[in-house]
């Protein structure tokens, strides 16, 4: 049977609604083979990812089913559900609806104190929580509920000892919903079997599918109606959908779409933003031909950057053929409103934004009221929205007031302030509760003036409007986060007040650049900023005290910790790599820097962030214990204190000059690994305010993914149990036979490589110098764009063709060969290893014969290659170091590898090569792409460095930037260049090799009219 017999036996099904959406399909007909869903979660043992059937979304639905019926859930009986997972959410959602029961779904996001003051309103029969969530409830007297569920105990029982389905009537309940607060407790919102259902039938199951339909991945949160919405949608018009857990995390968004492909993303404006942050051309989204929004109105400049990813099918003159670009599909509404009730579709040409969201469905019934009246108001005029419609919610759970407050003239009053224009569109200004009267008629609403800011200053991503009253007056602060690349010392204060108007740009009082840690995206998560930055501005005014010029040290803040875990034991593989590292170039190899502070932060506050990081992340309450020998092990600590330093700045000082004094201080004092944390951590005050901070780390604390990591907890306050193996639990387990086969294996893989390659693996001193150590940067934007070609020529992934043009750049320049090289593999693809914040990354070995070879032939060998780089990555660098120089002695030279490629690009999937473009545009492409080239020498110094290493990094203009770090007593500063040009070159040539016509030849990049000095 097709989708569309399907579709049409379900529009003409009168008893079909959000609750049994499942038992239908399969009672029409649907083919059990069919899709049913997939999760980024394992189901029941199921692996994450792997989309289960639509029988086999019935047998895990109807295991959950039988446990609950079996714990004596029935009809009528509300369950509150506070869980991280969308499989746990949905599947849930699915059972319980089964029974008759209400699943009272709860956002992950909701803090401890809201969940649980949200469980008291609902006064559920049962609780269903995971660990992370029914920690968060812990003190919070939840013993009032009468059953506890584990989430995954509910996936237990046996199918067949499901019920019957309950036989739902148009009216059931069957889920309570919240709105989006997850500070405090939010509103329960009612949702109906036939209202929650009414926009899937009159929009989806009586009309051709919207394109995308076929595949689709909700980054939706699950717990909220549109999530539930989504899972049905899905269902019935058989599609491939993939639900995700964390919808408002950008680069798992990303992620997401390059491995599952969807033709439809679903969001909301959290999403948005998080992905318009994002270097997205970086990424292989051509997949996506919409992107379909619900919630609150998006801004321009994301809706703009969101369309120019993507691709659509275009009819052209040679026939129907694959576009660049993608429809953005804005719809707003709210949890009351059960599903969007306005629509709007924005493409690449689209001009209609200022916050245009369109007009109503048909379904709905829309006014415009003056609530002092009850009467419409006229065009152009702001009013309050008030929304009749099948899909709307009956109202709050157990709470007759709201309900019966949000009423109007028989609307619902959603809490939104608009207006209609002449041709009937309509836009979106604030919310009721943002909007701020100014006095003769003048209002200030918050959403709109975020809009114009973000349309008037391409430089910011995400804007925040703050407005408070200070004696009397209204003043206005206005909170930035900027693009990555942004200048944040420029002074934004005349173009946010042009962007204003005249009655609100007379509030302005400041304005603030933001760091992305800092900001939340999303109507609620507005509300949370908002409220952050007035408490830390509150009585910013007050108590300032000049203090003497700075350095030298001013204050000592001891700051008590406590964290889990504690012992002695071996140092972890990644701790004896960056160990052997900083032994190597005699250096802790320190990482961190400085920061200017916002405004109103404290010292309280500051040294509780510290608190938080000690306490949080193992490897920073980690020290060195060394035997007679000197050899180290590690030693955690649970508990301790540190000290916050403090520096005041003069009140005519630079605070960044102190601040620049203050780190390198802690960047040239050495670490006492035994006796000192690994962690440096100062303040630079100004007038008696912090001003900047300064944080130094020694690498061992963490290598550059867990610093992502931490970088990630720190910004949500993560407070549920770090998860993975850490530092002490890896080395147990790398002491286990297990761990043994481990290292045995990758040594054996070594030795193989080093007893068959030259003992001298770089040039030689051909051009010492002094000081003996040089640091240069090239940036391309050529081998950026030559990447993808390459890779969709020769069926590569991105990372080898860049490892093959290393390879092909250094054999260029110095003729070795084979190119050996040691490629830094992150490890964080291992089991346990991938949110841990402390080092993981080792390096692998890969021996690359590219003599005479073509640089195709050389990315294919290179393909197969670092297959084996990565899989021989993890082991014991204390045996890597017996078997080098046992082998040295058998050989009677000194065998050493120094030549490093640490690759830290964000790489896209190969492309397909149907999609390559003619050999005359990526020629044109490439030649202009060459103009961009520039190789400088940075920095020159006498601490040691490797022989030759090499990361490789984005940038944020779409281009590749390479650090190249040499010893020049083994790599010559012209054989630097050499290497970095040759690798352009070699990119050209691969990108353009076996073409066919490829126009004129591009003209190589000009060497420097004088060597280096």
């Known amino acids: ?453 973000l349309a008037a200053c391409p430089e910011v991503h995400d804007c925040t409007v703050v407005s408070d009253r200070v004696h009397g007056e209204v003043v206005t602060d206005v909170l930035l986060a900027l693009h990555a690349g942004a200048d944040r010392r420029t002074d934004r204060t005349g173009a946010v007040r042009a962007a204003l108007t005249s009655a609100a740009a007379a509030t302005l009082r400041r304005v603030v650049v933001i760091d992305d840690a800092d900001r939340v995206s999303g109507p609620v998560d507005k509300s949370v900023m908002r409220e952050r930055h007035r408490a830390r501005t509150a009585g910013a005014d007050a108590g300032t005290a000049e203090g003497p010029p700075a350095p030298p040290l001013a204050e000592q803040v001891a700051v008590g910790f406590a964290g889990d875990g504690e012992g002695v034991g071996e140092m972890s593989w990644g701790m004896w790599e960056i160990w052997g590292a900083m032994c190597r170039q005699e250096s802790g190899l320190p990482i961190g820097g400085r920061a200017p502070l916002e405004a109103g932060r404290t010292l309280d506050d500051i040294a509780e962030e510290l608190r938080y990081l000690m306490g949080r992340f193992p490897a920073m309450r980690t020290r060195l214990r060394f035997d007679a020998t000197g050899r180290p092990r590690q030693r955690l600590f649970a508990t301790g204190k540190i000290t916050l330093e403090v520096y005041d700045a003069g009140p005519d000082a630079d605070p960044d000059e102190v601040a620049a004094a203050v780190e390198a201080h802690y960047r040239r004092t050495p670490f006492d690994y035994a006796n000192a944390w690994p962690v440096r951590m100062a303040v630079v005050r100004q007038h008696g305010r912090p001003v900047q901070l300064v944080t130094i780390l020694h690498h061992l604390v963490m290598d550059g993914r867990g610093g992502a990591v931490m970088l990630r907890d720190v910004g949500a306050r993560e407070t549920t149990p770090a998860t993975g193996m850490q530092q002490l639990e890896q080395a147990r387990w790398q002491r286990s036979s297990a761990g043994q086969r481990q290292s045995e294996r990758t040594l054996r893989f070594f030795e193989n490589i080093l007893r068959t390659v030259s003992a001298r693996q770089l040039p030689g001193p051909t051009d010492p110098r002094t000081p003996r150590h040089w640091m240069a940067e090239f940036r391309s934007r050529v081998l950026a764009e030559a990447l993808p070609m390459i890779a969709a020529r020769t069926g590569a992934g991105t990372p080898a063709v860049l490892l093959a043009l290393f390879a092909l750049g250094l054999h260029r320049a110095t003729g070795i060969s084979p190119v050996v090289v040691r490629p830094v593999i992150s490890n964080r693809f291992r089991p346990g290893l991938s949110d841990v914040v402390c080092p993981v990354s080792q390096s692998g070995m890969c021996s690359l014969d590219v003599e005479g070879a073509t640089a195709t032939e050389v990315v294919q060998l290179t393909g197969q290659a670092s297959i084996s780089a990565w899989k021989y990555a993890y082991y014991q660098p204390e045996d890597l170091d017996a078997l080098i120089a046992r082998l040295s002695r058998e050989r009677g030279e000194d065998i050493v590898i120094g030549t490093y490629f640490n690759d830290r690009t964000a790489h896209a999937p190969t492309p397909d090569a149907a999609q390559q473009v003619t050999a005359d545009e990526p020629a044109e492409q490439l030649r202009a792409a060459r103009d961009d080239t520039a190789f400088a020498w940075t920095r020159r110094q006498d601490t040691s460095s490797e022989r030759f290493f090499v990361y490789a990094d984005n940038t944020p203009d779409g281009g590749l930037v390479f650090d190249i770090r040499i010893d020049t007593h083994y790599v010559s500063p012209a054989q630097a260049e050499a290497f970095a040009r040759c690798m352009e070159d070699a990119a050209v040539e691969a990108a353009l090799e076996d073409a066919g016509s490829r126009g004129e030849p591009l003209a190589a990049a000009a060497p420097p009219e004088r060597p280096a000095r």
């Open 1 to 453: 049977m097709t989708g569309e017999d399907i579709r049409a036996r379900l529009a003409a099904d009168p008893e079909l609604g959000a609750g049994n959406v499942l038992p239908a399909l399969l009672a029409l007909g649907a083919d059990p083979a069919g899709p049913g869903a997939a999760f980024d979660t394992a189901v029941d043992g199921r692996p994450a990812g792997l989309p289960l059937t639509l029988g086999e979304l019935r047998e895990r639905v109807a295991a959950r089913a039988a446990w609950w019926h079996a714990h004596g859930v029935g009809p009528r009986d509300p369950v509150a559900v506070y869980v991280s997972g969308a499989a746990d959410c949905l599947l849930t959602f699915l059972a319980l609806t089964w029974l008759g029961a209400i699943p009272a779904l709860m956002d992950r996001s909701l803090t401890g104190g809201a969940a649980a003051a949200y469980v008291r309103r609902l006064r559920p029969v049962a609780l269903m929580t995971d660990p992370g969530h029914r920690a968060l409830l812990a003190g919070y007297g939840m013993e009032s509920v009468a059953l506890h569920a584990e989430a995954a105990d509910t996936g237990t029982a046996d199918p067949a000892d499901a019920p019957a389905h309950y036989r739902h009537h148009a009216d059931d309940p069957v889920a309570v919903t919240h709105s989006a607060d997850t500070t405090r407790a939010p509103a329960a919102v009612v949702h109906s079997h036939a209202g929650l259902f009414a926009a899937v039938r009159l929009l989806q199951l009586t009309a051709p599918p919207a394109r995308g339909a076929e595949r689709v991945l909700s980054a939706l949160p699950s717990a909220h109606a549109a999530g539930v919405q989504a899972l049905n949608t899905a269902l019935c018009l058989r599609s491939d959908p993939l639900f995700l857990s964390a919808p408002h995390d950008g680069p798992a968004v990303v992620a997401a779409i390059e491995r599952w492909r969807p033709g439809a993303v679903l969001g909301s404006g959290a999403t948005w933003a998080q992905l318009a942050a994002m270097d997205l051309a970086a990424h292989d989204l051509d997949s996506v031909s919409l992107w379909r929004s619900t919630g609150g109105c998006a801004p321009e400049p994301h809706i703009r950057k969101l369309v120019a990813a993507g691709s659509h099918e275009a009819v052209t003159r040679e026939g129907v053929r694959r576009t660049a670009g993608s429809s953005f599909l804005d719809g707003m509404g709210s949890t009351e409103m059960g599903h969007p009730v306005f629509h709007l579709t924005h493409t690449r040409t689209s001009e209609r934004y200022g916050r245009c969201v369109g007009v109503p469905h048909g379904f709905a019934e829309v006014a415009l009221l003056d609530l002092a009246t009850g009467r419409e108001v006229p065009v152009g005029e702001v009013g309050h929205l008030g929304v009749r419609g099948p899909t709307l919610a009956p109202g709050h759970w157990n709470d007759s007031a709201a309900t019966y407050r949000s009423r109007r003239g028989g609307y619902h009053l959603t809490g939104d302030l608009m207006y209609r224009d002449g041709a009937g569109l309509y836009y979106h200004v604030d919310r009721a509760a943002d909007a701020v009267p100014l006095g003769g008629g003048e209002w200030l609403y918050a959403a709109m003036s975020e809009e114009r800011v």
